[in-house]
């Protein structure tokens, strides 16, 4: 599980590492995955937004399409499997107002590009709900990765038919709404499908790249015969 994380500049280097630390035993020990962790310093002070249907004030399409172009750019359509933002609590702008409920974060699976596009906030004061929201939005994707990646529908595995309301946000029993650690058991359940459809995603990369190295070595065999070429041409039987 490879992720490129927009960090804010305003999160303290230590709590982040912290965090990082924490969420990788968390994936180990519940889902056996072995998490991959690229951070890229981001200033989030200000950032595009616009409301969206539920009447909330989140990070522009246009602007999540543009991070995650940059992404795809930087390292590979397949290079990474999840793109976080993450942005500390004093510049997110998705919060309550007098008008709104606000919210903490919202998934966006296969809507940028091959990716899992998670919009987090940094809760300044409890890191366990900082935990909670990454861990919460990240766990909205798993049921579009497997079905995506392997063709498995995970919803009669779970004895459920809608993932996103009744596991990630606990409408049915025994499963809770995800504020922290909530529904490892299910992790234990669905581990093997997670690590197969994170393992295609990292074939898929190898690939691509082994498919640009040969497109690279044909490129190059075609310009040394046709230099080849040019040196060693002929007109007609010269006399000298």
Known sequence: MRTVIYKDKKIPEAEYRSLLADYTKYLEDNAGLKPIFWTVEWNFTDYPTEIDTDGDDVMRPTFMKELSEMVELHYGKYGTDNIVTLIHEDNWKS????????????NYSYSYGPYHFQYCRWDKKNPANTFGTLNHEQDHSYD???KVELGVNINPLLGVSHYDKEVTHGGTAPYKYIKY???????KVIAPYLQTAYAKRAERH????????????????KVVYYLKAKKNKKVGNPTT
Not at 95 to 106: D, E, H, N, P
Not at 181 to 187: D, G
Not at 208 to 215: F, M, Y
């Open 95 to 106: 919060g309550r107002t007098a008008t709104r409920k606000g919210i903490w974060g919202t």
């Open 144 to 146: 579009s990765l497997i």
């Open 181 to 187: 650690q909530e529904n490892k058991e299910k992790l």
């Open 206 to 221: 190898v690939e691509a790249i082994n498919g640009l190295q040969t497109t690279i070595i044909s490129l190059l065999e």
